[in-house]
């Protein structure tokens, strides 16, 4: 996807830099073989089967890690944009997943009984630790790729021409809506806001958050490709 469809008001920002430095990964994500064959509806069952199944278990997490961070945050406007959020990941993505669980055959016993993946273990380890003992500017950071990122892969998605009777619509429609992209891009202009007031220290713990989530954005999916247990 060409930069013209990411925030363009963003240049020379905390943010534009950030997204600079994820380039290489950004370039990996585009070509995971769980998006590609979901955006051509050739995913296998068993794979997007697993992938939602841990993304389920990723929002219960994220949702506290939203929640953390709106009590973290310097004003009520923050404070009540970070808990409509929090809001949002439980009641639309879980809509969003409830549908899902059904065509896909997952129980919400299947959901409680889940054991998280190793990579969804340490992504959401990662974040939770990351909320609870760091600054605001630097809690946004590390959550900031989970929409950014959902945000650019529905969009070249969207992009695509649509495959008729695709089974992972939804999910494309949802990521790929306008209203996500605002919601993402609403995130950006926050964290470039708290990026302006921090320390050059806490900055660059700012740059280091940003890609390790991202790095753990692309282990999520492919994790969910190669239907990833625990090894031992
Ligand atoms: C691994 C993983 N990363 C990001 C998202 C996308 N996402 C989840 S909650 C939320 C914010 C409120 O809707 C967003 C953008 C996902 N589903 N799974």
């Not at 997007?48 to 997490?61: C, G, S």
């Not at 016993?109 to 630790?129: I, M, R």
Request: charged share 15%; glycine share 4%; with cysteine.
């Amino acid at each position: 996807m060409d930069a013209s469809s990411q925030s363009t008001d963003t240049t020379g920002s905390f943010t534009a830099a950030a997204w600079d430095r994820i380039a290489p990964i950004m370039a990996e994500i585009e070509v995971l073989p769980l998006l590609t064959r979901l955006s051509d509806g050739t995913l296998p069952p068993e794979v997007f089967r697993h992938y939602i199944l841990q993304d389920a278990l990723y929002l219960k997490h994220y949702a506290r890690c939203l929640a953390i961070v709106a009590a973290k945050a310097p004003d009520n406007a923050q404070v009540l944009r970070f808990l409509g959020s929090a809001q949002k990941a439980i009641t639309v993505e879980q809509g969003l997943h409830a549908g899902f669980l059904t065509q896909f055959g997952i129980s919400s016993d299947d959901v409680t009984s889940a054991e998280p993946s190793p990579a969804c273990f340490a992504y959401t380890n990662f974040l939770l630790a990351t909320a609870y003992h760091s600054s605001y500017a630097v809690a946004l950071s590390a959550i900031l790729p989970c929409f950014w990122i959902y945000w650019h892969v529905g969009e070249a998605i969207k992009n695509r021409p649509a495959i008729a009777g695709n089974a992972f619509q939804a999910w494309i429609n949802t990521y790929g809506d306008p209203q996500f992209a605002a919601g993402a891009r609403e995130v950006i202009a926050l964290t470039d806001i708290a990026a302006r007031a921090a320390s050059p220290v806490e900055r660059a713990q700012m740059t280091d958050v940003f890609v390790r989530a991202s790095q753990y954005e692309w282990m999520f999916w492919d994790s969910a490709w190669r239907l990833e247990t625990w090894p031992v």
